[in-house]
């Protein structure tokens, strides 16, 4: 069984930065991609980005381009997200979730596109 897990979250000022991890404790993972989700209180979760683990692709919601940054270490089984210049709005829990090879032709930016998901790590950013 894949598991994922979180780390890095924090409260942070506006404009302020945050790396995201994302440990697959077990090393057990082997299949297309990672990606990053987030939840704000009363909202749907939503697509944040998603990193390929073999050529290192990427793909990112236009509300965090040019400002998040998703890389990967596959010795260390773990992905990081970079925040920086962070928002209010930017407020929520972020998971990680690993997208098997099947699942992976759904596309990447629907939850149920992804096989495994991590419990999240809570992100406040104050105004």
């Known amino acids: 069984q894949v598991q994922l897990v979180e780390s890095g979250g924090g409260l942070v000022q506006a404009g302020g930065s945050l790396r995201l991890s994302c440990e697959d404790s077990g090393r057990t993972f082997s299949g297309f991609a990672v990606g990053w989700f987030r939840q704000a209180p009363g909202k749907e979760r939503e697509f944040v980005a998603r990193v390929t683990r073999s050529g290192g692709g990427t793909n990112y919601a236009d509300f965090v381009k040019g400002r998040f940054t998703i890389s990967s270490d596959n010795a260390k089984s773990t992905v990081y997200l970079q925040m920086n210049s962070l928002k209010p709005e930017d407020t929520a829990v972020y998971y990680c979730?690993?997208?098997?090879?099947?699942?992976?032709?759904?596309?990447?930016?629907?939850?149920?596109?992804?096989?495994?998901w991590g419990k999240g790590t809570q992100v406040t950013v104050s105004s």
């Open positions: 979730a690993a997208q098997g090879y099947y699942r992976a032709r759904y596309g990447y930016t629907e939850g149920d596109a992804y096989d495994y």
